[in-house]
């Protein structure tokens, strides 16, 4: 069974700090993503992770992902108070008609 | 349209009403997935159709929850009876047919039953 498991599930931080989010999964899959979810909103895409050794950056956010140690990991570069949210961590295995199994998240708030 | 919507927003029921939600995916896609999330976790899938073939029910926790998507475009997902357990947001997907991108997620409903 395909289980994933983050950490930390809740993190506080201050502004101006370099964070890591961790994501293991637990059976070879095709695909890793990460997710952020603002309060009462619904999932907004952030990265695709495809293969081993992929990392992906979009500003302050870099992603990467090692698939023989089923480990992603979600960085967070000079944290500002806009990228407090819910990340989560997602994988599937079969392309695209399988379910995507999702982790509990990581609650990031970071003070201003 | 240009995304993937739901309809209602938010839903209050009481206990033992039914309730159906509603999915619009993005035009032309053919898979489209149910997902619930409870409060302060993480989305749980419910089920998978491809076109109009519900290829995948696991996720659905008992009898009481059924969808379909007769045309092969919008889903509808109905609960009977409701239960407190079944508050909840419940979010669709619908992903893209070709290319190794996400899916795109919905707006979700939240429902509420008192």
């Known amino acids: 069974e395909l289980k994933v498991e983050q950490n930390p599930l809740f993190l506080s931080m201050q502004e101006g700090k370099n964070y890591t989010i961790y994501c293991n999964y637990s059976?070879?899959?095709?695909?890793l993503y990460w997710y952020r979810q603002d309060p009462g909103k619904s999932l907004e895409s952030l990265f695709v992770?495809?293969?081993?050794?992929a990392v992906k950056q979009e500003g302050r956010l870099m992603a990467s992902l090692d698939t023989k140690a089923r480990l992603s990991t979600l960085h967070i570069t000079a944290a500002v108070h806009d990228l407090s949210a819910t990340y989560f961590c997602?994988?599937?295995?079969?392309?695209?008609?399988?379910?995507?199994?999702f982790g509990k998240g990581t609650r990031l708030h970071i003070l201003p | 349209g240009a995304g993937v919507s739901q309809s209602p927003r938010y839903k209050v029921a009481k206990r033992g009403q039914d309730v159906a939600l509603r999915c619009d995916p993005i035009?032309?896609?053919?898979?489209l997935f149910w997902y619930q999330q409870a409060l302060g976790q993480g989305p749980e899938f419910l089920t998978y159709?491809?076109?109009?073939?519900?290829?995948?029910k696991s996720g659905l926790p008992s009898d009481r929850f059924f969808a379909e998507r007769p045309e092969g475009s919008v889903s509808t997902l109905k609960i009977q009876r409701t239960q407190q357990e079944d508050s909840a947001v419940y979010l669709c997907?619908?992903?893209?047919?070709?290319?190794?991108?996400?899916?795109?997620f919905g707006p979700g409903t939240r429902l509420t039953v008192l």
């Open positions: 992770l495809l293969s081993n050794g």
């Open positions: 035009s032309g896609h053919v898979s």
């Open positions: 059976t070879t899959s095709d695909r």
């Open positions: 997907a619908s992903p893209p047919d070709r290319g190794p991108d996400t899916q795109y």
């Open positions: 997602a994988v599937d295995k079969v392309a695209r008609d399988d379910k995507i199994i």
């Open positions: 159709f491809q076109n109009e073939a519900q290829l995948d």
